[in-house]
């Protein structure tokens, strides 16, 4: 089965002998099997080398295509503001008055700040069981200040655990702290581990808070579409663009 | 060719005139069926911007010819993309066909599908690779760039002979995952 793969592979990219290539062929037109197989690995072959070639251009088009949205959504509201100012001036202003009032106690905005909850599972080579749960108890509580501390106690001993820098970052976050969120979850986000998509949106977040607004877009703009934070990393985005 | 393909050249282009043209004429079609479908503004944003970039990585490398009106198009591919969302947020798969109030010839209607299907293929398949373990995962992306594989062997630190085997052991992987999917299986 291993040599079958491999020949499909060689096949499609030109390399098999012609000895070989002509027996594969000969094989392909007896095989209705091996004729399907080849033909969806062409297709997962040449899907991905399109996708990934074309993947370098999709931040830039993102960016044009939300300054599209954006002036659209825009001229939408003109045209709804010229309705509301000829007809209902009165009922709007109130209305807007009552908005501006919802807003700015937070009922409408999205909670881009809305932290994950910590499991209180161990992972291997992490600190002991009572420790773990102490600082997922605090965490979860929003004890931000304390789970702070007792995440920088365990990685003074162990700088290496990725899990507890990137809960520290989130900690920091919670704790309104955001030069050190972004400290603590730099590393995270330009790192391998599987915490990396989401510390990039949380970092993009502390950007924002910091006024740091390209860096910000910057960090929200590499969280890709299978990852758990894209669509509020799309929403940044368009508020970063306003 | 449809005269339409223009709107797929300013998406190629990431031409900012062209795209405001095309968020401008197709932007209040879209947002009407999906706010008529349990949506909402923002909802048809996110949609919409999905859609177009999807269009825009099936049209990448030059080959794709559009045959039927861009709308249609788009307009299916949207109406595709929400069916999926409301799926996921109901929990369960929607029986109510999304009414997008729209009405195109048959042959044009045909067509439509037949790009958004292929649009899906190739979304479900750069999905999947994802779904991979890691070293698959590099090295397939790795091997799909334009480096020469014994570059590519000398720079993920393998013998050539070793990365190809490896390659065709993870390719056969994935096409047994894509495969599986119900997008490939024909359970959607």
């Known amino acids: 089965m291993e040599n079958y793969f491999a020949a499909i592979q060689d096949y499609l990219e030109g390399v098999l002998p012609d000895e070989d290539r002509q027996q594969f062929e000969a094989e392909l037109g007896r095989n209705p099997e091996l004729r399907a197989e080849t033909a969806l690995q062409a297709e997962l072959g040449a899907v991905m080398k399109k996708h990934l070639a074309a993947e370098e251009q999709v931040p830039a088009l993102r960016q044009s295509l939300q300054a599209a949205s954006r002036d659209y959504a825009s001229g939408r509201t003109d045209e709804k503001g010229r309705v509301l100012i000829r007809w209902l001036l009165p009922a709007?202003?109130?209305?807007?008055?009552?908005?501006?009032?919802?807003?700015?106690?937070?009922?409408?905005?999205?909670?881009?700040?809305?932290?994950?909850?910590?499991?209180?599972?161990?992972?291997?080579?992490?600190?002991?069981n009572n420790q773990n749960e102490e600082i997922?108890?605090?965490?979860?509580?929003?004890?931000?200040?304390?789970s702070a501390e007792?995440?920088?106690?365990?990685?003074?001993?162990?700088?290496?655990?990725?899990?507890?820098?990137?809960?520290?970052?989130?900690?920091?976050?919670?704790?309104q702290d955001?030069?050190?969120?972004?400290?603590?979850?730099?590393?995270?986000?330009?790192?391998?581990?599987?915490?990396?998509?989401?510390?990039?949106?949380?970092?993009?977040?502390?950007?924002?808070r910091l006024d740091r607004v390209d860096e910000a877009r910057e960090a929200a703009s590499r969280v890709t579409e299978s990852d758990t934070y894209h669509k509020k990393s799309q929403r940044l985005l368009r508020r970063l663009e306003k | 060719m449809h005269p339409d393909q223009r709107f797929i050249s300013y998406l190629q282009q990431n031409d900012h005139k062209g795209i405001r043209e095309l968020y401008r004429l197709f932007a209040p079609k879209i947002e009407r069926m999906i706010v008529h479908n349990s949506g909402d503004a923002a909802d048809a944003a996110d949609i919409m911007q999905e859609a177009l970039i999807d269009i825009f990585r099936l049209s990448a490398d030059g080959r794709?010819?559009?045959?039927?009106?861009?709308?249609?198009?788009?307009?299916?591919?949207?109406?595709?993309?929400?069916?999926?969302?409301?799926?996921?947020?109901?929990?369960?798969?929607?029986?109510?066909?999304?009414?997008?109030?729209?009405?195109?010839?048959?042959?044009?209607?045909?067509?439509?599908?037949?790009?958004a299907q292929q649009l899906e293929r190739e979304d479900t398949i750069m999905q999947v690779?994802?779904?991979?373990?890691?070293?698959?995962?590099?090295?397939?992306?790795?091997c799909m760039g334009k480096v020469h594989q014994e570059q590519v062997a000398e720079q993920l630190g393998l013998t050539y002979a070793y990365l190809r085997k490896k390659k065709s052991e993870c390719m056969a992987q994935l096409g047994a995952l894509v495969k599986a999917h119900p997008v490939f299986n024909g359970e959607m």
């Open chain 1, 178 to 208: 955001y030069v050190r969120a972004v400290a603590a979850l730099k590393p995270v986000a330009d790192g391998p581990s599987v915490f990396a998509a989401d510390a990039r949106y949380f970092l993009a977040v502390a950007l924002w």
């Open chain 2, 64 to 115: 794709f010819t559009l045959t039927c009106p861009f709308e249609a198009f788009l307009v299916m591919v949207c109406k595709r993309k929400w069916l999926n969302a409301l799926r996921k947020r109901s929990g369960s798969p929607v029986t109510k066909s999304t009414d997008d109030g729209f009405t195109y010839e048959k042959q044009d209607t045909d067509e439509a599908i037949r790009y």
């Open chain 2, 129 to 142: 690779l994802e779904t991979m373990g890691e070293k698959c995962r590099q090295i397939i992306r790795a």
């Open chain 1, 92 to 128: 709007a202003s109130i209305a807007a008055a009552l908005l501006i009032l919802v807003y700015q106690v937070g009922w409408f905005s999205t909670d881009f700040e809305q932290l994950p909850v910590l499991s209180e599972s161990v992972s291997r080579g992490g600190p002991d």
């Open chain 1, 136 to 146: 997922a108890k605090a965490f979860n509580a929003g004890a931000y200040a304390r």
């Open chain 1, 150 to 175: 007792l995440l920088e106690a365990a990685l003074a001993s162990d700088t290496g655990i990725v899990r507890y820098t990137y809960y520290l970052g989130l900690s920091h976050l919670g704790n």
